[in-house]
């Protein structure tokens, strides 16, 4: 059940975007930039939009499966742009967005990697806890949700033929 005491909030007000220049810290041995460095940022920027949308801690219950587009590099500038998709009673979806373009712009922006996540708001012992209820504003908006209820819906189902595949084992 959805707490209706607390009032619904738009996308918007839990928007995020960073961009951040990537460098020698961040490479593989092929001197490309680490996955698991760009699923760092993915993960620690939809913290904060399900932080901001829910007015406390959320913590990660499950990423899609996400492909890379394209190498980053060294030099290139990354940019993260997380929405919050789809909110029910504790958990959301928050879809984040990679790009990224060279440090001198001389190469404009091109795709890297779509990510949703699902957040859980958690409160102090770590139990899930209420969120407000999403209120999309704008055609994109509500696409977005439509589309985030269908893949919760696929999750969902995923989870539980899973956990009906290892009764009795
Ligand atoms: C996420 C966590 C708090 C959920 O706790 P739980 O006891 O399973 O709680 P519930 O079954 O009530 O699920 C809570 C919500 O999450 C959703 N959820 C949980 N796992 C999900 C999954 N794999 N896919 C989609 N939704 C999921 C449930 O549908 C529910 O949504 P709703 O409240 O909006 O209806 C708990 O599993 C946890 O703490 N996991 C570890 C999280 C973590 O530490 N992440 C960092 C990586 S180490």
Redesign the pocket.
């Known amino acids: 059940m959805h707490d209706t005491t607390l009032a619904g909030r738009p996308p918007s007000a839990s928007h995020l975007t960073l961009s951040q220049i990537m460098d020698q810290h961040h490479t593989n041995l092929m001197g490309t930039v680490h996955g698991g460095r760009i699923l760092n940022l993915i993960?620690s920027v939809a913290g904060v939009v399900a932080a901001r949308h829910s007015d406390g801690p959320a913590?990660?219950?499950?990423i899609d499966e996400t492909a890379f587009l394209r190498a980053v590099r060294v030099g290139d500038v990354v940019h993260v742009d997380a929405h919050i998709t789809w909110?029910?009673?504790?958990?959301?979806e928050v879809t984040v967005k990679v790009t990224a373009d060279r440090w001198d712009r001389a190469v404009p922006p091109t795709d890297v990697a779509t990510a949703h996540l699902?957040m859980?708001a958690?409160d102090d012992e770590?139990?899930?806890r209420?969120?407000p209820p999403l209120l999309p504003q704008t055609d994109g908006d509500r696409r977005r949700y439509r589309e985030a209820q269908i893949r919760?819906e696929h999750?969902?189902a995923?989870?539980q033929a899973l956990l009906d595949g290892t009764e009795g084992h």
């Open positions: 993960d913590v990660t219950a499950a909110a029910g009673r504790s958990s959301m699902v859980v958690v770590g139990q899930p209420s969120v919760r999750r969902l995923l989870r």
